[in-house]
């Protein structure tokens, strides 16, 4: 497997394979089997070979955030390790689209749909995996010469009765909501994928469990050896309730601003700091356990906690001095009250006017007056240092003056033709 790789840390990669287990199984919700890993990885050093670790994306939404990072993390902990990453993007499956946890059927993408998302998530996977080190495959390279025939064959590997135990489709055949016949063929193609490449290893999150389970099973009717599935968690989001999306608002993306991701990951409930830390992070597991321990004592205070969280990640995607300009930006906005290194500026004409929201509205930082009036009765408003708490009294602008609207939102006057 060549010489240990250093890992994200600096720390050498352990090649002994009772060491790797360890590196892997941190953090993963299951693992089938570990016994089974612990083979592959002594046959794989025996044998002076990495393993093929197999990693499927859904082309259709091309933002990575967080929750995706779980398990291309844990793809980057085998890279770290010597063994060879394969991202299978799923151009062809993509035309299906994954049916898990999914209450009806999903619009087919189109071929141009699936060329730009794929090209979009490449370029975000180079901030987490080592683009020397990972090869993109693209599985209409394999399904797409398929005969009938073959189709057929592959059809053949598994019974109605087995693809209706997926919970989704379950579900959906009792409410009598419609499935389509296209949309059982989705787990037996990602399964094949195993087959084209000979998969030793497949990650994947926890709503992916049943395709990888009939991976293992396709791969055996295929003469070949049922690859090790390692599953990953499924991050809750911020709102600490249902699992990181975008369209429901609770995410985090790796390619918003450092200040964005770093407020973001300061507004999470206490009780998922030491999860994101496991997921999200590389951070030392002692490094962790010292943190939570001090936590539950009372000895680290909840926040300093997320300041160590906030600040890990966005080095992660900015790099490690963003992080630090990024803690220290929110200390100085949030903890000292400061003003903001960067303010946008608004101009008002000399001599101007107005009641406070007035100033608000003419300034944009209410969206209306009723708006406006709302926080300034929360006592949200500062003009000049001094809390405004009557909307309608009437405020004196200087040149200069800063305007501050609840914890994020600022602006300085000045007063001009």
Known sequence: ????????????????????VAAICRG??????????????RAARSEGRPLCVKLGLDPSAPDIH??????????RDFQDLGHRAVI?????????????GRSETRRALNADEVARNAATYVRQLHKILDPARTEVRFNA??????????????????????????????????????????????????????VALRADVELGGSDQTFNLMMAREIQRDYSQPPETAVITPLLVGLDG???????LGNYVGIDEPADTIFGKLMSLPDALVRPY?????????????RLSRGVETGDVHPRDAKLGLAEAVVALYHGA???????????????????????????????????????LTALGLAPSRSEARRLVQQGAVEVGGARVAEPQAEVGVEDGALVRVGKRAFCRVRLGA
């Open 321 to 359: 001095a963003v992080g630090a300009a990024a803690r220290e930006e929110f200390l100085r906005v949030f903890s000292r009250r400061e003003a903001p290194s960067e303010v946008p500026e608004r101009v008002l004409p000399v001599g101007w006017a107005g009641t406070a929201v007035d100033l």
């Open 88 to 100: 299978v993007i799923g151009d062809f499956t993509g035309r299906i689209g994954d049916p898990s």
């Open 1 to 20: 497997m060549g010489e240990p790789r250093a890992a994200e840390d600096g720390t050498p990669a352990a090649f002994d394979p009772a060491a790797q």
């Open 28 to 41: 993963t919700e299951r693992v089938v089997s570990v016994e089974e890993l612990g083979r592959r990885l």
């Open 241 to 247: 309730v249902q699992k990181m999306s975008k369209s």
């Open 141 to 194: 390279e394999w399904l797409g010469p398929l005969d009938f025939a073959a189709v057929c064959e592959l059809a053949a590997k598994a019974t109605v009765a087995r693809v209706l135990e997926r919970d989704d489709f379950a579900r959906r055949f009792r409410e009598g909501r419609p499935i389509h016949l296209h949309e059982f063929f989705y787990a037996l193609m990602q399964g094949y994928d195993s």
């Open 66 to 75: 967080l929750g995706h990072t779980v398990v291309l993390r844990k793809l």
């Open 277 to 289: 830390f496991l997921a999200c992070t590389r951070v030392p597991l002692e490094e962790v356990d």
